[in-house]
């Protein structure tokens, strides 16, 4: 499997590369997986009306993680496997706090569409008198026939 990534490549560099990416891929997946979690819970907390608490909740995982990368970077040194773990952990994170935020139920009590009839609202007491415009549908009888029988 491992010979798709060496496609191209000459053999004695793949070789050089080789111990490298077997745990990058490893934690490529990983990725891949509590992010495609991630997606999910988000979505469904954006979807019922929770913005505010996604905005917060990203910044503050997001600084967070970068932080702790900079801090293990100045002490272990710079590396692409240490990114890829700070990466593959604030992308979990983030997994982790929507999770917790859709399973606390809390998103539940926020309103995405408002209750307020037309009436309360002056500027749109207007639109209660509006005619609709009549179709204009052309001259094909046939297909004004089939139009009315919907």
């Known amino acids: 499997m491992l010979a798709i990534y060496a496609w191209g490549t000459p053999g004695e560099r793949f070789e050089s590369m080789r111990p490298l990416l077997i745990p ?8 891949c997986v509590v992010d495609g979690l991630q997606v999910v819970f988000v979505g469904a907390i954006k979807g019922a009306g929770d913005t505010w608490f996604v ?17 293990c970077q ?22 982790l706090v ?10 539940e009590s926020k309103r995405v569409i408002e209750t307020t009839l037309q009436k309360d609202i002056p500027f749109l007491s207007v639109l209660g008198n509006i005619q609709p ?16 029988q919907l």
């Open 74 to 95: 100045s002490y272990f040194g710079n590396s692409l496997m240490l990114w890829w773990y700070v990466i593959a952990g604030w992308v979990a994170t983030m997994g």
């Open 98 to 107: 929507f999770a917790a935020r859709y399973a606390s139920g809390s998103w």
């Open 24 to 31: 990058l891929l490893r934690i490529i997946a990983f990725y």
């Open 55 to 71: 905005l917060l909740a990203t910044v503050t995982v997001s600084t967070s993680a970068v932080l702790v990368g900079l801090a």
């Open 133 to 148: 415009l009549p179709l204009d549908r052309g001259g094909d009888a046939q297909a004004n026939d089939a139009i009315d």
